[in-house]
Nanobody, 120 residues
Framework: QVQLVESGGGLVQAGGSLKLSCKAS????????MGWYRQALGKQRDLVAG???????NYADSVKGRFTISRDNAKNTVYLQMNSLEPDDTLVYYC??????????????WGQGTPVTVSS
């Protein structure tokens, strides 16, 4: 089993910063991609930022220039540095990881979700 544990969410004033982290553990051979998604009530879960095993990143237009995704492959951990936070960033953030287990099976798993609240 592969598990993801998220941390770092909370309450921050507009213009402030937060850093989310997500650590994967379990029977992991490699993690090919990790990403952060957000979801509002009644809405689809949308990609915020993603990063591949080779370090290729992509961002939603709404966060480009403000958020930075990074990963430590040796630690199976992904981070999301969020700067210049806005009230519209107030959502629940979910970590995702896609990869291969040590038994050569594909996995696609989600973290538990961590809420981010930005006050105006």
């Amino acid at each position: 089993q592969v598990q993801l544990v998220e941390s770092g969410g909370g309450l921050v004033q507009a213009g402030g910063s937060l850093k989310l982290s997500c650590k994967a553990s379990g029977s992991i051979f490699n993690i090919r991609a990790m990403g952060w998604y957000r979801q509002a009530l009644g809405k689809q879960r949308d990609l915020v930022a993603g990063i591949t095993i080779g370090g290729i990143t992509n961002y939603a237009d709404s966060v480009k220039g403000r958020f930075t995704i990074s990963r430590d492959n040796a630690k199976n951990t992904v981070y999301l540095q969020m700067n210049s936070l806005e009230p519209d960033d107030t959502l629940v953030y979910y970590c995702n990881a896609k990869g291969i287990t040590r038994s050569s099976e594909a996995f696609d798993v989600w973290g538990q979700g961590t809420p981010v609240t930005v006050s105006s």
